[in-house]
């Protein structure tokens, strides 16, 4: 690796001068997405329509379960997936994750009850997760596939089945990802997808509720539609989260493309891992053995070792055009969403959401692109005690 490259933030010239994006969609050609609306279109079938019903047997077949239901976003799927579990009061959940997991509960009324995420994985702490979930008397759980690498789903299903409690999985990195072989999307009481541009499988927005509950199932569908069973007189306060045909139509066009892209997001994880392997201070979540990512984000912890924080890396990347996000921070208990819930003690998150970052991670990233990236973070590590003293 050369350490040859002078860093911007000591007045190299930048690596990316136009810019390197942190996340693009891998969007299907336009006119494959218009040939598949058309005839939906033609018909003035413009939401809820064939195209959603051809979108939810698709990924039922694909992903392996009995039922999909197609909505707006993964957020309000999330609502209603939660809603369908019957009131439970209080949910347990990882603080490190991303904000609409809580709001979620939030939105139903339930209370989230955050619990810690293992430092090794940043998954959900399952040990931390059940005696939250004791002492708090919750009635589920909801879990984070974080990054695209499956929660631990066994571990997971093993403690809601010992203390009788319903579970949602976050979905919304989830697919392309698989656990023991097997797409995600039959575990758990439910999982939630979501097909908004910065995920693997593009919609625009939208979502997808993957379950083998029928009653659950059946839930979502009136949920989605106002809470109308079809005679208007609704049995609860739903939503309007129904998926239009021009959503279904983009997202049936982006399956096509899935496949090859998660090959090529893991093809471009390997480059990143064997480029910066010999970089102290740098460590990449550990993804469960038998399981497998989709890469929905290339993430890293930056410890003392590098040399320098995750917030002087992240600004000096920055300074060299390269863009990246600090997912999840802060974390969610530490929103102000969430400020007025009694104060709650999770030090493996704090440190955790304090030193991860994101590198730059999408389907058409180049290979040297990667490399130019690699080299500069290296150069960085190279000149970290210079970066401190200097600035
Ligand atoms: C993107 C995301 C969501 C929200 O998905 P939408 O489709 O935008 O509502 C929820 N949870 C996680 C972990 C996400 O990354």
Redesign the pocket.
């Known amino acids: 690796m050369t350490t040859a490259r002078r860093p911007a933030v000591l007045g190299g010239t930048p690596a990316f001068p136009g810019e390197l994006p942190f996340a693009r969609p891998l969007v299907p050609p336009l006119d494959e997405v218009m040939t598949r609306l058309k005839a939906s279109y033609d018909r003035g079938t413009l939401t809820n329509g064939p195209l959603t019903r051809e979108l939810e047997a698709h990924a039922a077949e694909r992903l392996g379960v009995a039922h999909v239901v197609a909505v707006a976003?993964?957020?309000?799927?999330?609502m209603l997936a939660l809603r369908a579990l019957g009131p439970v009061e209080k949910v347990v959940l990882p603080s490190f994750?991303?904000s609409?997991?809580a709001h979620a509960i939030a939105w139903n009324g339930y209370k989230p009850v955050f619990a810690e995420c293992d430092p090794r994985t940043l998954q959900l702490d399952v040990g931390d997760a059940g005696a939250r979930l004791v002492a708090a008397g919750a009635g589920a759980l909801l879990a984070?596939h974080?990054y695209g690498a499956p929660a631990p789903i066994d571990a997971v299903t093993e403690l809601c089945a010992r203390r009788g409690v319903p579970c949602v999985f976050?979905a919304?990195?989830g697919l392309g990802a698989e656990h023991d072989g097997q797409p995600l999307g039959r575990y758990g009481t439910a999982e939630?997808f979501?097909?908004?541009p910065?995920?693997l499988v593009v919609a625009g927005?939208?979502?997808l509720v993957t379950t083998n509950d029928d009653d659950v199932a059946a839930s979502i569908r009136i949920g989605r539609d106002y809470g109308d069973p079809g005679d208007y007189d609704t049995l609860f306060p739903g939503l309007n989260a129904r998926m239009s045909e021009f959503h279904a139509a983009a997202a049936l066009a982006s399956f096509e493309l899935l496949d090859e892209h998660v090959d090529r997001r893991r093809a471009i994880a390997r480059r990143y891992r064997e480029g910066l392997q010999g970089v102290a201070g740098l460590r990449e979540p550990e993804v469960f053995i038998g399981d497998r990512s989709s890469y929905?984000d290339f993430s890293l912890i930056v410890e003392d070792a590098f040399g320098l924080d995750r917030d002087a890396l992240r600004h000096a990347l920055l300074l060299e055009g390269i863009n990246t996000r600090p997912y999840f921070s802060p974390p969610v208990h530490r929103q102000k969403a969430y400020a007025h819930l009694p104060a709650v003690d999770l030090p493996v998150t704090d440190a955790m959401s304090g030193s991860v970052l994101s590198l730059p991670m999408f389907g058409d990233l180049r290979d040297d692109d990667v490399d130019t990236v690699v080299e500069v973070i290296g150069a960085l590590h190279a000149h970290a005690a210079e970066i401190t003293h200097r600035t």
């Open positions: 976003n993964c957020t309000a799927g999330l994750t991303f609409a997991s984070t974080v976050d919304a990195h939630v979501s097909m908004s910065t995920k927005e939208g979502g929905k």
